[in-house]
């Protein structure tokens, strides 16, 4: 069957830098999402990585491994309004977007 | 520009009642979907629509219909509702399936 793993909460300090991992296995592979969530608010698109490598985007960064069947997401300089749930989703050979369950990311002052 | 514009925000049903979700994008996508998301889980696929015409069953199609008669428009119709189908209803849009999807602010729907 097809899956995303995500860890499902993680706790970051606020200046502090944290990676959230997401390893998938898909049929085939198309590129890999990620959105942030803020709670009772819709998701939003932060990345998309269809090719390995790292892609930067100010204070967030996303990186992927094809081979591994692997991505994550590098937060940097970290915000109270970085506390949101983060989600991952993989695109598949038919080019099903396949979603994780999501991390919620809480930040400490 | 108002994106993705999703009625009601809130509603509560009745057992066996049923109801229309509206959606509606402006940026001419061609792509649209709805899912739905339980407390504390991630995304759930309802069915979506590659055009006007056309749709297809997500992961969870039952108890649920759409039509796709326009660009625009995607409603999301439930019948007989049940208490299983309480739920935060999010309808999203983009212009191909390798383009990030843009959401509506989502129905909040209670079933008693």
């Known amino acids: 069957g097809q899956n995303i793993d995500q860890p499902t909460e993680m706790t970051a300090t606020e200046g502090a830098i944290v990676q959230i991992n997401c390893t998938y296995q898909?049929?085939?592979?198309?590129?890999l999402f990620w959105y942030q969530q803020h709670a009772g608010e819709a998701p939003t698109f932060l990345s998309y990585n269809v090719l390995d490598g790292l892609e930067e985007k100010g204070r967030f960064s996303s990186f992927l491994s094809r081979s591994k069947g692997y991505s994550y997401l590098l937060l940097k300089e970290l915000q109270m309004k970085d506390s949101a749930s983060y989600l991952c989703a993989a695109l598949d050979s038919n080019y099903q977007l396949i979603w994780g369950a999501g991390t919620k990311l809480i930040i400490k002052p | 520009n108002a994106g993705v514009t999703q009625t009601p925000k809130f509603r509560i049903l009745k057992i066996g009642q049923s109801m229309t979700l509206q959606c509606a994008q402006d940026m001419n996508h061609n792509y649209m979907y709805w899912y739905r998301q339980d407390p504390g889980m991630g995304l759930k696929l309802i069915y979506y629509?590659?055009?006007?015409?056309?749709?297809d069953k997500g992961e969870v199609p039952n108890g649920y219909n759409v039509s796709r008669s326009t660009t625009e428009d995607f409603p999301l119709r439930l019948e007989l509702a049940a208490p299983s189908q309480t739920s935060v209803y999010f309808c999203a849009s983009s212009y191909s399936i390798e383009q990030p999807q843009h959401f509506g602010d989502g129905t909040r729907l209670s079933i008693l």
């Open positions: 898909t049929s085939g592979f198309n590129g």
């Open positions: 629509s590659v055009g006007a015409g056309i749709t």
